[in-house]
C-alpha cells in the first residue's frame, strides 16, 4: 500500500509542476489523483497511519473501577473504527467470562479467525479475549513479554485490564512494556489512605512515573473540592515524597447506578445498553490527528 500510494504522490507532482498544457487524459489523471490523495483512509489504511498504543488500567484496590471503566472505553474507540483489543491479565480468573456471560455471546459473536477464546463486538472492531476459568487453571505459566508481544500484533490498540492484580510479577512485566499505565482509585479515602500509609511502594510506581496516569472514580460535586483534591494529592505523594505532589489527571461521575445494575443484569457493557452514557467517559478519551483515540 505504501509504494502504490508513492507512485500516486510521485505522478501527482510530475504533473503539477508541468509547464505545458495539459492533455484531456492527464486532466483527469491529475483530478483522480488528487481525489484519491485528498480521500479520507479507511479499513487497512486507517489502520496503518493509527499509532500503536498499549495502555494497561489497574486498581489501587478491589472494586475501584479499573474493569469498568477499560472495557467501556475500548468500546468506544471501537465504536469510532479504531480496532482494539481488549484483555485481562494473564493466567487470573476472568471475570468477564461471568461479566459478559461468554458461553451464551460466544455461540453468535464467536470469531472465525481464530481458535482462541474471543469475542467481537462493535462490528468486530473490538476483539475481547477471554480466558474460561477452566483453561486458566491448566495452563502453564505465562511469560507477560511474550504475550504481550503477541496481543500486539492483532490490533493497534491493546487496552489490558488488571484490575487490583498490580502486585502480580506479570503485572510489573506488563508495566514496563506497555505505553501508559492508568491507575484508578474511588471515594473510599479511608482505605486509599491506609494503602498508601501501610503498603510498601511498588516498584513500578517509581521506575514507570512518567507513564501513570490517576484517575479518580465515582466522584462528585463535593470531592472535587479544591481543599479535597490537594489532601487527596497529599496522599497520593506518600509512596514517593522527593518527588513533590502528585496531581490527579482525570476525574469521572459517579454513573447512574440504575442503569449499571442493569447492564450487569444483561450481561452488557455499561455502553451497550446506554449508549447515551459514552459523555461520562469523556476525560479518557484522547484524539489522534482529529480521531478518536
Not at 495502555?55 to 474507540?77: E, K, P
Not at 460466544?106 to 463486538?121: E, G, Q, V, W
Not at 500484533?153 to 498490580?166: C, E, G, L, N
Request: proline fraction near 6%; hydrophobic fraction near 40%; charged fraction near 25%.
Amino acid at each position: 500500500m505504501f509504494h502504490q500510494m508513492n507512485r500516486f504522490v510521485t505522478r501527482f507532482r510530475d504533473l503539477e509542476q508541468q509547464a505545458l498544457s495539459h492533455t484531456p487524459e492527464e486532466e483527469r489523471q491529475w483530478r483522480t489523483l488528487k481525489d484519491k490523495l485528498s480521500s479520507p483512509q479507511t479499513g487497512e489504511d486507517h489502520q496503518s497511519v493509527l499509532s500503536r498504543r498499549c495502555i494497561a488500567v489497574t486498581s489501587l484496590y478491589a472494586q475501584a473501577g479499573a474493569s469498568f471503566l477499560s472495557s467501556n472505553v475500548a468500546y468506544i474507540w471501537a465504536g469510532n473504527r479504531i480496532p482494539v483489543t481488549f484483555s485481562e491479565l494473564p493466567s487470573t480468573i476472568s471475570y468477564f467470562y461471568f461479566a459478559l456471560d461468554y458461553e451464551r455471546r460466544l455461540n453468535r459473536k464467536a470469531n472465525p479467525y481464530t481458535s482462541a477464546p474471543m469475542l467481537l463486538i462493535q462490528n468486530d472492531f473490538l476483539r475481547i479475549q477471554i480466558e474460561p476459568p477452566f483453561q486458566t487453571k491448566m495452563t502453564p505459566p505465562i511469560d507477560a513479554a511474550h504475550w504481550l508481544l503477541r496481543t500486539c500484533k492483532d490490533s493497534p490498540v491493546v487496552m489490558i485490564d488488571v484490575s487490583s492484580h498490580w502486585k502480580e510479577k506479570a503485572a510489573q512485566q506488563i508495566f514496563e512494556l506497555v505505553d501508559e499505565i492508568w491507575v484508578v482509585f474511588d471515594t473510599d479515602l479511608a482505605r486509599l489512605t491506609r494503602l498508601f500509609l501501610v503498603e510498601p511502594a511498588p516498584s513500578w510506581w517509581m521506575t514507570e512515573k512518567r507513564k501513570i496516569k490517576l484517575i479518580a472514580n465515582k466522584w462528585n460535586q463535593q470531592l472535587s473540592r479544591t481543599s479535597v483534591m490537594k489532601r487527596i494529592s497529599g496522599t497520593l505523594s506518600l509512596w514517593d515524597q522527593e518527588s513533590g505532589p502528585v496531581e490527579v489527571e482525570y476525574v469521572l461521575p459517579l454513573m447512574n447506578g440504575e442503569k449499571v445494575g442493569d447492564a450487569h443484569v444483561k450481561a452488557s457493557l455499561l455502553l451497550e445498553q446506554f449508549p447515551e452514557e459514552e459523555h461520562a467517559f469523556s476525560p479518557l478519551i484522547h484524539t489522534y490527528k482529529g480521531r478518536v483515540l
